[in-house]
T-cell receptor, first 112, second 109 residues
Framework: DAGVTQSPTHLIKTRGQHVTLRCSPISGHKSVSWYQQVLGQGPQFIFQYYEKEERGRGNFPDRFSARQFPNYSSELNVNALLLGDSALYLC???????????FGPGTRLTVT | DAKTTQPNSMESNEEEPVHLPCNHSTISGTDYIHWYRQLPSQGPEYVIHGLTSNVNNRMASLAIAEDRKSSTLILHRATLRDAAVYYCILLNRDDKIIFGKGTRLHILP
C-alpha cells in the first residue's frame, strides 16, 4: 500500500510569493495534519483536518491556511512568504480512532 | 509546550540494547505515552505507545513506571539503522502531536 505522499519534494520561492503544498493520505485515512520543521528542531503542529473540517490549529499566522478535499487529500497554502518560512513541511494521516500518525517524506521549502 | 523531558543525546554500541528515558511528571490519567523516531532526511515514524502496562512490538518495547511519571523505550539490539532522533510524546486520542527536541541516538559500529 502507498504511504502518505507529498508534492513537490523541493521548492524554491522568493520573499512575498505564495506557495501551495499538497498531501495525499493513506487510503482510508480521513484525518490529515500539517507540521513545520525548521532545521535542528522538532516538527511544529500547524493544522489538523478531519472529514474536511478544521479540527485544530497551531500557533501560526493567518498567512498559513489549509483545506481538505472530499477525497481526503489536503493542501497547505502560505501567503507572503518570509525567509523564516524556509523549512521542511510534513503531512501526516491517521485512521479514525487510531493512535498512530503516518508521516510523509515532506516538502523542503526554501525562501530566498 | 512539550510535556516530556528527554536527554539531548545518547550513544550506544551496535548490537547492544538501548534504553531511552523519558520523564513526564505532569502526565494525566488519560494521556497515552507515544514514541516516534525520525531518521535522517525522513519524516517521523511511529514506534510504539502505551497507557499503563508495558508494551512490546516488532520495533521496540515500552516500559512504563508504576506511577506513570516516567517511561523507557527499549531497543533490544541496536543497529546502525536505528540512529535517529527519538521523540517521547504525551497524547490524548485526537490530540495534536507536540514534539519536543527529542533524543538524538548515535550508534557506534
Amino acid at each position: 500500500d502507498a504511504g502518505v505522499t507529498q508534492s513537490p519534494t523541493h521548492l524554491i520561492k522568493t520573499r512575498g510569493q505564495h506557495v501551495t503544498l499538497r498531501c495525499s493520505p493513506i487510503s482510508g485515512h480521513k484525518s490529515v495534519s500539517w507540521y513545520q520543521q525548521v532545521l535542528g528542531q522538532g516538527p511544529q503542529f500547524i493544522f489538523q483536518y478531519y472529514e474536511k473540517e478544521e479540527r485544530g490549529r497551531g500557533n501560526f499566522p493567518d498567512r498559513f491556511s489549509a483545506r481538505q478535499f472530499p477525497n481526503y487529500s489536503s493542501e497547505l497554502n502560505v501567503n507572503a512568504l518570509l525567509l523564516g518560512d524556509s523549512a521542511l513541511y510534513l503531512c501526516a494521516s491517521t485512521s479514525t480512532g487510531s493512535h498512530e500518525q503516518y508521516f510523509g517524506p515532506g516538502t523542503r521549502l526554501t525562501v530566498t | 509546550d512539550a510535556k516530556t523531558t528527554q536527554p539531548n543525546s545518547m550513544e550506544s554500541n551496535e548490537e547492544e540494547p538501548v534504553h531511552l528515558p523519558c520523564n513526564h511528571s505532569t502526565i494525566s490519567g488519560t494521556d497515552y505515552i507515544h514514541w516516534y523516531r525520525q531518521l535522517p532526511s525522513q519524516g517521523p515514524e511511529y514506534v510504539i505507545h502505551g497507557l499503563t502496562s508495558n508494551v512490546n512490538n516488532r520495533m521496540a518495547s515500552l516500559a512504563i513506571a508504576e506511577d506513570r511519571k516516567s517511561s523507557t523505550l527499549i531497543l533490544h539490539r541496536a543497529t546502525l539503522r536505528d540512529a535517529a532522533v527519538y521523540y517521547c510524546i504525551l497524547l490524548n486520542r485526537d490530540d495534536k502531536i507536540i514534539f519536543g527536541k527529542g533524543t538524538r541516538l548515535h550508534i557506534l559500529p
